[in-house]
């Protein structure tokens, strides 16, 4: 009985202001979405336990919401919108691509409190059979455009590439396992960590050097020349022409203030196969969006389907507005119409005269002088006429 009305950690309710901002965050990002040339998709919810714990790109099983149903099946609740959406373009939609838009929640059991949370609210794109440069490009541009369509400022997109990682890997002869630990350590700026597991795998000193150069790897375009000089293997050298080739695209139309590279940043190297970005802000610890190339998802679901894509994060474009003090007050009542018994239908024609025009009022439940108290707004009166 003690957690009657309580909630589990990590999940939260959300109402009054914080909620009516959510609204307009929503509204706002769903006329660019629309604007774009992007189609609205809805996943399920529920879903088998294996499809997200038996594929190639497996989601821990520590991380999944797991419940039965009614035969006795696992489910779970979606951990990973891209996935779900992968799995619809897969078994779903026609051949050819497709631009879609969602707003969803996803469920990670590991995360728990703070900004992080286990209940995620977030909005994005995908864009599927799409290859190329310019696609990224346009994608990396539109996160931009929907950053500054929510109204935050002070914002910077950081780009790297998988491919260049995965090119310094080549060099130290790792397996997949070390090669995901290597990782992690690197992700996590924790240059002992990387460096012991390089060694334990047997690495050359010119490959751990080269990889413990990642952290440095960080700043302007100047970066990609810098670069060049860490790793001569062919996939570093392609990502790293990718890269240029996106900036030179970005710069022409016009977003290169927004820009950052940093090769040291390395998302799973199963789930994305190029081009990888994160969309930062002031006063924020963490990425409000996160996106990339994704050109493997699909195949888990029996089709190959290139893809590049970002999700945002809504709380946390919320909690970065609100320090910024950027968020302004939710709108109210613009107008409360009260009335005497025997009035009730002309407030009632009054009201909906009112809300046809676009005018936020509020119709009282309760009549005469009781309704007046607490009132929103300017009060318009109706009193009984007299027979």
Not at 203 to 210: E, K, L, M, Q
Request: net charge neutral; charged share 25%; hydrophobic share 40%.
């Amino acid at each position: 009985m003690a957690d009657i009305g309580r909630l589990p950690a990590g999940v939260q309710d959300i109402y009054g202001a914080e909620c009516a901002h959510l609204q307009r965050l929503r509204e706002k990002l769903t006329r660019l979405f629309e604007t774009g040339g992007y189609s609205p998709v809805r996943a399920a919810t529920l879903e088998y336990y294996d499809t997200y714990a038996r594929i190639g790109n497996a989601v821990p099983q520590e991380r999944l919401f797991k419940l039965s149903d009614t035969d006795g099946k696992l489910l779970v609740l979606r951990p990973d919108v891209t996935l779900a959406i992968s799995r619809i373009a897969a078994t779903k939609l026609p051949a050819g691509g497709a631009r879609l838009y969602y707003f969803a929640d996803k469920w990670d059991l590991r995360e728990a409190g703070g900004i992080w949370g286990r209940e995620v609210y977030q909005a994005g794109v995908e864009r599927l059979g799409e290859e190329g440069a310019f696609s990224d490009a346009q994608t990396i541009a539109f996160a931009i455009e929907c950053l500054k369509a929510v109204g935050l400022e002070h914002f910077v997109v950081d780009i790297g590439h998988v491919g260049f990682f995965k090119g310094l890997l080549q060099e130290c002869g790792l397996n997949d396992a070390e090669a995901e630990e290597v990782r992690s350590f690197v992700n996590g700026k924790d240059s002992f960590g990387a460096e012991r597991a390089l060694r334990k795998a047997g690495a050359t000193a010119a490959a751990i050097n080269a990889v413990l150069a990642l952290p440095t790897l960080f700043g302007g375009a100047e970066v990609l020349e810098r670069a060049e000089e860490v790793s001569h293997t062919p996939s570093s050298r392609l990502a790293l022409a990718h890269l240029k080739e996106i900036y030179v695209l970005l710069a022409d139309m016009g977003y290169a203030e927004y820009l950052r590279f940093d090769l040291g940043a390395v998302k799973s190297l199963s789930y994305y196969s190029g081009v990888i970005f994160s969309g930062l802000t002031e006063k924020l610890g963490a990425p409000v969006l996160s996106g990339g190339r994704y050109d493997r998802l699909a195949d888990d679901f029996g089709k190959n389907i290139p893809a590049v894509g970002f999700a945002l994060g809504l709380k946390r474009i919320l909690t970065a507005l609100g320090r910024q003090g950027f968020l302004a007050v939710p709108q109210g009542v613009e107008i409360t119409i009260v009335c005497e018994r025997g009035a009730e239908g002309r407030a009632y024609r009054e009201y909906k005269k009112l809300t046809d025009e676009g005018k936020r009022v509020c119709l009282c439940a309760r009549y005469g002088e009781e309704g007046k108290k607490g009132a929103e707004g300017r009060v318009v009166y109706f009193a009984k006429e007299e027979t």
